[in-house]
């Protein structure tokens, strides 16, 4: 297992390999920390499946295997996902959760139908399609590598340079919209980067688990601070952190797909900051209640006593 | 400035083709405390969102200073209700309060040293600069809505929307946001807020909004929070109506 490790990390291949799971995992985290916050932790899922199928005609168009044109048909299925939420929501009773339930699963259904159509098909097997179900990292040709960490570094500038506007727009989207800034352009370009998250996320994390890469790091790195711009900085490197495990573990152990271990990694960061974060872990909390338990037992001692002997006479 | 500091004629709104104001017109003279009454579902909060934008309306006009709305932004502070947003979001008070300054930096720019002064200026002035470095989420409700009404200021507004910024807090805070509001009043400026207590409005407002779906009427506090206006606007629901409009100002 070591000499498969130091094999990996010589081979130049793999180093590429990394980095690129390295940048997915940092643009993740920091635009995830946004979808977290806005509460749309669940449109990021629904997002990733409904992505299948439009990755699916894009191939069955087309006949080849371009990242390009599968980011454009996961990019169009998105947005008819989005529009059939908002749709359902507004010309009926039913509310956002139950919505997305529906829109998600029903295009996830397509999507495999669709999947199973192209395995069939004579150029099914080349497609490699199979692997954007769970993700396979090391499957990834060199310049799916490179769009890859490509697009994740503009996801991180644009989270950059517009931070103070994301941040007012996911924090007071009234307010912001009385200031005059542009919501409505802003909470598309926000809904729009986290389809582009996801759709690059996909070869290496696969449909089914990309959403939490999105939102786990995030919810991680809540636990640690109270600072938007640390939270987002800490949702990265955990998002980094993850990728990197997950396509480490997932390459060197004999073809575990990527998704799954990238998801554990991260969930493991999860578990490991619920419980030890300062002020906001499980372990701080306790200790605190602790404390006042023993404070309050201290100087009411004597009232507790008192109460307890009325009570007592009280039932006699 | 020219003109009214607002001018809304024929303001028709709907949720879902119900309506909710029937073509409301009304001017607002400048530097006085205004005061928007009416029951549940008057459409209160209604009318301060689509005068601001926030919710389309199906007709009617809105001006500001003789302007179209979407111009005059700059000069127009807001103070939402409380509970619009999550006060677990990973902020601390001083940075909510440079929030208010966003609107003059423009797109890109960071907010620097003078939007973090101005910002502890007006969170001294609403008496919270000891909390400047608390997270949000440990304030109480009180100081919750004081830090709102320092995000306005930092606005540095001609004309405020504020909506129930009485509610859920307690006399202390009460006392210093009216005290501010007369300080604003005091600098020419115009502020509109949207009330529940009818017990105060002769105390705290120069001039009231009668709001019951459509205008029943607008003035001077004196001239129009009358018992008759009272009852067409709340209808005969509460008994004590005719008492909030005879007690005379300033006994409470």
């Known amino acids: 297992m070591l000499a498969d490790l130091i094999r990996w990390f010589t081979d130049p291949n793999m180093q590429w390999i990394l980095a690129g799971s390295l940048l997915l995992g940092l643009g993740s985290g920091v635009i995830g920390s946004f979808t977290f916050l806005r509460k749309q932790s669940l449109l990021g899922d629904a997002l990733a499946h409904a992505a299948l199928p439009g990755i699916c005609i894009a191939f069955m168009l087309s006949g080849v295997k371009s990242v390009g044109l599968f980011m454009l048909g996961a990019i169009i299925a998105g947005m008819l996902a989005t529009f059939g939420i908002s749709a359902i929501t507004r010309y009926s009773r039913i509310k956002q959760d139950a919505a997305l339930g529906i829109v998600l699963s029903v295009f996830f259904g397509i999507g495999i139908v669709l999947l199973t159509k192209i395995q069939h098909s004579g150029n099914g097997n080349q497609s490699g399609l199979d692997k954007y179900m769970f993700g396979q990292a090391a499957s990834m040709m060199l310049s799916d590598v490179y769009m890859m960490g490509a697009v994740s570094v503009l996801l991180i500038v644009v989270c950059a340079l517009l931070f103070k506007e994301f941040k007012l727009v996911s924090f007071d989207p009234g307010f912001a919209r009385g200031m005059g800034l542009k919501v409505a352009f802003l909470e598309q370009l926000l809904l729009l980067m986290t389809v582009i998250a996801v759709v690059v996320g996909i070869q290496a994390v696969g449909v089914v688990l990309v959403a939490a890469l999105l939102i786990t790091p995030a919810v991680a790195a809540r636990y640690w601070t109270d600072a938007l711009g640390l939270m987002v900085v800490l949702a990265g490197v955990f998002g980094a952190l993850s990728g990197v495990t997950g396509t480490l573990i997932s390459s060197t152990l004999s073809n575990l797909p990527t998704g799954p271990v990238t998801v554990l990694a991260a969930t493991a960061l999860f578990f490991v900051s619920a419980v030890f974060a300062p002020n906001r872990g499980l372990l701080a909390k306790w200790l605190r209640h602790l404390r006042s338990r023993s404070e309050v037992q201290k100087y009411a001692g004597r009232a507790v006593v008192h109460q307890s002997q009325t009570v007592e006479r009280g039932t006699e | ?252």
């Open chain 2, 1 to 252: 400035m020219k003109g009214y500091p607002l001018e809304v004629s024929h303001l028709t709104v709907a949720y879902q083709k119900k309506p909710v104001l029937r073509s409301v017109s009304f001017q607002i003279p400048e530097g006085k405390l205004i005061g928007v009454l009416g029951p549940n579902g008057a459409g209160k909060s209604t009318l301060l969102k689509a005068v601001l934008g926030l919710i389309p309306a199906l007709d009617g006009e809105v001006r500001i200073y003789d302007r179209p709305y979407r111009e005059q932004r700059k000069i127009i502070g807001y103070v939402p209700q409380r509970e619009s947003v999550d006060w677990d979001f990973p902020t601390n008070a001083l940075d909510v309060v440079m929030m208010g300054r966003y609107g003059h930096l423009g797109w890109f720019r960071r907010p620097g040293t003078k939007e973090r002064q101005i910002a502890m200026e007006c969170l001294a002035k609403v008496g919270m600069a000891d909390f400047a470095g608390r997270q949000i989420s440990q304030l109480s409700g009180g100081q919750q809505q004081r830090v709102f009404l320092a995000r306005a200021l930092a606005q540095n507004a001609q004309l405020y929307f504020m909506d129930e910024p009485f509610s859920g807090v307690d006399a202390t805070t009460e006392k210093a946001i009216i005290n501010l509001l007369h300080e604003l009043k005091e600098q020419g400026k115009t502020v509109l807020v949207v009330h529940h207590d009818l017990s105060t409005v002769k105390e705290y407002f120069d001039h009231v909004l009668l709001l019951n779906g459509e205008l029943v009427a607008a003035g001077p506090t004196e001239e129009t929070f009358t018992p008759a206006n009272l009852h067409s606007t709340y209808g005969g629901r509460i008994a004590m109506l005719a008492d909030f409009a005879t007690v005379p100002s300033g006994t409470v």
